[in-house]
């Protein structure tokens, strides 16, 4: 099968979270069974980019509303990924250092959108299903079916849409619908959810297939979804909850360069404990005690805001006797209320505000826990990549983390599971955590099952294929 993965994020090209990660994993993994899955987002200004050298595949023009614009897709010349890459470039809009947080996104993944499907009509690879990611690729069913410049070359083409995350919907005011290029007026209600034009409601619509990026999250949206449980609900015959992979090559202990001291199964003792002292020294944390790490957006989904306030009263009501590291930027007074804590508890406790790969994976290798209290966890990786290091996931049973921790109190367990996103929940696990840690035995014995999970793409890649093949 021909596969088009349509994203605005891509590892290692682009990364703010997870979107990144599985767009950069799947479609290698897909190739490997045999198929043809290549990538297109937008181009950003990347180091990927400037490093990398590029071919002029396509050069074209469309509207955006009254305005016209010229767009150029360019690929990746060697196949560094693993797969075929493209790249949309559309001078003033999508050429920009960060990917998302601008007041123009509207029309930057408008345009993206509107050059994808342009393009993909005169393209000799014509794909038999377009794999859309989220809302930035969510208005891609609806142009495909229903624009007139694009419809009659595209009708053969089956298209999917897969949820990473519900809360963001790309809503567009009507007054913008001029964007959408000409379509059938008839069909104007497959753009709309509560009076706006909504990217990822019409591709919910719209595609062929629904997925979201865990069995248990697609049953949470039809209750919580930021107003659309009733079209999750309406569409639950299309649509199926398929499980994240990771990347088994990028996230594996015993290759992985940006740790100091590699290590496997075999010999993750005195692996973790050889990372666990580089990382402590470095940010002045008593290495004898149980290290619980953070790393990710500071923002509610994730109950970053709960973290303060826990880490303060678990560090007290421990006497002391467990450390904290985190790793993250978001809402600013969040980062301000993690920042401060630094000087009130050295040894025990310190933060990195910002974004850094390197040392979220020395975080992983020198951990004892991870924490992820998440309101709303749509999959969540950094509990595999943590199950892959042999570092203790602890974790709100909610959505993805649900399908992916066992506690350790339940037979086979490997991790620590609560309720609630307060910080009464996350101080109890953190209780627990220390227990465990004065029982290396049982820590180890964990350490070794959770280790010998395989939670790599080889499954939920074929699961991917047998949907598309479905249709
Ligand atoms: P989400 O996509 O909702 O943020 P995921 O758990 O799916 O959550 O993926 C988060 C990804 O982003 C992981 O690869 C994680 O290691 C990475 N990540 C998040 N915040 C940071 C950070 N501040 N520095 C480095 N990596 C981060
Ligand atoms: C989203 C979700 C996260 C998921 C990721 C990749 O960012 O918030 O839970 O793991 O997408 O699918």
Known sequence: MEILHISAECYPVAKAGGLGDVVGALPKYQNKLGHVARVVMPMYRTKFLHDNEWDVDFKGHHRLGPRSF??????ERHNKLGFDLYLVDIYGLLDREKIYGYDDDVDRFAAFQIAVVDWLRHWQFKPDVVHCHDHQAGLVPFMMKYCYDFNYALSGVKSIITIHNAQYQGWIGWDKSFYI???????????????????????????DKVTTVSPSYLEELRHAANGLENLFEYEKGKSVGILNGIDNEVW????????????????FAEGKAANKKVLCDQFNLDETKPLIVFIGRLVGEKAADILPDSILASIYSTQKDVCFLILGSGEPDVEWRINNLTAQFPGNYNAVIGYNEKLSHQMYAGADFLIMPSRVE????????ALRYG??????????LRDTVVDMGDEGGYGIRFIHASVGDVIHSVHRAVEVFKQ???????????M????????????????YQSL
Do not use: F
């Not at 594996?252 to 199964?265: E, L, M, N, V």
């Not at 749509?378 to 990549?385: D, E």
């Open 70 to 75: 010229d767009y150029t897709i360019i690929k």
């Open 181 to 207: 290029p000409n379509y059938d007026n008839w069909k104007h209600g497959m753009l709309e959810w509560q009076n706006s034009i909504n990217s990822l409601a019409s591709g919910i619509k719209c595609a």
């Open 378 to 385: 749509p999959c969540g990786l950094n509990q595999m990549y």
């Open 252 to 267: 594996d202990p015993a290759t992985d360069t940006y740790i100091t001291h590699q290590y496997s199964i075999e010999d």
């Open 452 to 467: 010998e999970i395989d939670n790599s793409w080889d499954n939920s890649a074929q699961h991917y294929i047998d949907v």
């Open 391 to 400: 570092t203790v996931p602890m974790v709100r049973s909610t959505g993805g």
């Open 440 to 450: 290396p035995e049982v820590l180890n014995a964990m350490r070794t099952r959770m």
